[in-house]
């Protein structure tokens, strides 16, 4: 097991342990709050966890070496999985949000709003601490899996402070004329709260299937490789002609067909070339294979 993989392992157990004990204490608070809006993160983040365990089992065979079998590795297992998870979340949330509607239609529910809010901003703390400590070993590994995970604390941290500041809120407008939303306040965050993660799963989905596909990444960093060698193979006399760059899962494969300026090529010059590029693409970019092709004129 390599380094890299290591440090990936490490940052997905604190994942899986911190959300296990996080679905537990939320589960918990929504039973004793009666709390829609606890039960939805419990629920959400109880999905993740599903996730979470499926990644740690699989995550060895994303390193595992590419053969003539499987040119790509097992690159694209990768992709299939941020799909299945962005799936598995988006129906979960849609349940929620169903189930949300159905209480609002009955009547709603009254809660202890200082509780949750006390509740939410403890969490809200807790989560800060695992993104800081996730962030610590992020510095050092990137992945599709590790983004994802990443991204879900930070939309766990930003739930827990916006259910927070609600409930407080809420407290004060129980002195207006508002308060006759309060029954129904629990449901409407909870709602708000899903929608607002809803895009989390939809743009994981889309990015993977981008993947999936074989299509190139995204715009700024095909970009991003045509500059670099762009400038590298203008002074060896070379002209880049088709760039064929495509995004497996974590790993990016660059081929660049060029044209030498002059009728001799130089394989000396040629191994520097690819050298010179090879370390350039480093600074910018962390998995990733190359290839310099020369294109024969028919």
């Not at 065979?61 to 299939?80: A, M, T």
């Not at 889309?206 to 190139?216: T, V």
């Amino acid at each position: 097991m390599n380094e890299k993989q290591k440090q990936e392992k490490i940052i997905l157990k604190i994942s899986l342990y911190a959300g296990i004990l996080f679905v537990i204490v939320e589960l918990f608070m929504s039973l004793w709050s009666n709390s829609q809006a606890i039960l939805m993160d419990a629920v959400f983040d109880a999905a993740e966890l599903i996730v979470i365990g499926l990644s740690l089992f699989l995550t060895p065979f994303f390193y595992r070496p590419v053969s003539e079998k499987k040119p790509y590795g097992y690159s694209q297992f990768e992709s299939v999985f941020i799909v299945v998870k962005g799936f598995m979340l988006i129906s979960v949330t849609l349940g929620l949000i169903t189930n949300n509607i159905q209480i609002l239609l009955q009547g709603g529910r009254h809660l202890n709003h200082g509780q949750i809010s006390v509740f939410e901003f403890v969490l809200a703390f807790f989560s800060l601490l695992v993104l800081l400590l996730m962030r610590h070993f992020h510095k050092r590994t990137s992945s599709p899996t590790v983004e994802a995970e990443f991204y879900g604390w930070k939309v766990d941290l930003l739930c827990s402070t916006g259910i927070a500041l609600a409930f407080f809120a809420q407290l004060f407008l129980d002195k207006t004329p508002l308060r006759q939303i309060s029954p129904y306040f629990d449901q409407i965050v909870a709602v708000v709260i899903a929608l607002f993660m809803l895009p989390q799963p939809v743009k994981m989905i889309a990015d993977a299937f981008r993947s999936i596909f074989l299509f190139a990444p995204k715009e700024e960093v095909l970009h991003k490789v045509k500059e670099v060698a762009h400038r590298v193979l203008d002074d060896y006399q070379y002209a880049g002609t088709f760039y064929d760059v495509v995004l497996t899962g974590r790993r990016m494969w660059i081929s660049i067909y060029f044209k030498p300026k002059g009728d001799v090529l130089s394989m000396t010059l040629l191994h520097s070339a690819y050298d010179e590029i090879y370390n350039a693409l480093g600074q910018e970019f962390e998995d990733y294979s190359l290839e310099l092709v020369p294109e024969l004129e028919e």
